[in-house]
């Protein structure tokens, strides 16, 4: 994923995962199950899963977006997301925010995304 800056703020546009944590990994590959209907890349690749931020006590919190907001899943793929993490072991409780800000572009997507679409 891109790593966007505020030029004015000169903070992260995106909030960085605990990528240190015991779970994380767990919980790339369950967003890696999760599949828009219309792309046939996960959403892990596409660059939609923004930060994954997971809590002492094993509380999960996704921040992600969608590729558009008149994405015709945009109130099912919080869900789903939601689903695929819960039931990993260690996991406490999971919420998942939606959010526009940064937009999703198509810079945010993984290699792999790029060449399984035929951008590379």
Same mark, same amino acid.
């Given at each position: 994923?891109?790593?966007?800056?505020?030029?004015?703020?000169?903070?992260?546009?995106?909030?960085?995962?605990? $990528?240190?944590?015991?779970?994380?990994? /767990?919980? +790339?590959?369950?967003?890696?199950?999760?599949?828009? %209907?219309?792309? &046939? =890349?996960?959403?892990?690749?596409?660059?939609?899963?923004? $930060?994954?931020?997971?809590?002492?006590? /094993?509380? +999960?919190?996704?921040?992600?977006?969608?590729?558009? %907001?008149?994405? &015709? =899943?945009?109130?099912?793929?919080?869900?789903?997301?939601?689903?695929?993490?819960?039931?990993?072991?260690?996991?406490?409780?999971?919420?998942?925010?939606?959010?526009?800000?940064?937009?999703?572009?198509?810079?945010?997507?993984?290699?792999?995304?790029?060449?399984?679409?035929?951008?590379?």
């Amino acid at each position: 994923m891109t790593d966007m800056i505020d030029p004015i703020e000169g903070t992260p546009l995106i909030a960085p995962s605990d $990528t240190d944590h015991a779970l994380y990994d /767990s919980i +790339v590959e369950a967003c890696r199950s999760v599949y828009d %209907p219309e792309i &046939p =890349v996960n959403i892990y690749d596409l660059g939609l899963i923004y $930060t994954i931020k997971i809590t002492p006590q /094993s509380d +999960v919190h996704v921040t992600m977006t969608l590729t558009a %907001p008149g994405c &015709p =899943v945009a109130g099912e793929m919080p869900g789903w997301v939601a689903e695929a993490i819960e039931p990993l072991p260690g996991v406490k409780q999971v919420d998942v925010e939606l959010t526009w800000s940064p937009p999703w572009g198509m810079d945010m997507m993984s290699d792999e995304a790029r060449l399984e679409l035929g951008f590379m």
